[in-house]
């Protein structure tokens, strides 16, 4: 990851709905403003797909494979440093 001072943001279910829309703004910000991204969401092609676009749009991107339904998951989340927290749709 690249973080400079726009800090690392991460966001929960970044495949859908908010999270998605949320991840690909945040992507689609001029360098200078753009956060580096931890993407964290349920493991497969979606959250693959999601890293995907948003690294081609320039951002730095990490994907975080996790359900937020597995405690075990969620710790390993947990650990990971970020200035801010986005639970787009954690079960909610």
Same mark, same amino acid.
């Given at each position: %990851?690249?973080? &400079?001072? =726009?800090?690392?943001?991460? +966001?929960?279910?970044?495949?859908? %709905?908010?999270?998605?829309?949320? =991840?690909?703004?945040? $992507?689609?910000?001029?360098? =200078?403003?753009?956060? !580096? ?6 493991? @497969?092609?979606?959250?693959? !797909?999601?890293? !995907? ?5 320039? $951002?730095? $991107?990490?994907? +975080?494979? /996790? !359900? ?7 710790? =390993? *989340? *947990? &650990?990971?440093? /970020? ?6 749709? *954690? @079960? +909610?």
């Amino acid at each position: %990851m690249t973080s &400079g001072d =726009t800090g690392t943001v991460l +966001i929960t279910d970044p495949t859908s %709905m908010l999270g998605r829309a949320l =991840t690909l703004e945040a $992507a689609d910000r001029p360098e =200078t403003d753009r956060p !580096d991204l931890l993407l964290v969401g349920r493991p @497969g092609e979606r959250l693959t !797909d999601v890293v !995907d676009l948003v690294r081609a749009a320039g $951002a730095a $991107a990490e994907a +975080i494979p /996790c !359900d937020l339904s597995h405690l075990g998951d969620v710790r =390993t *989340a *947990a &650990g990971r440093p /970020c200035a801010v927290l986005v639970a787009a749709a *954690a @079960g +909610i």
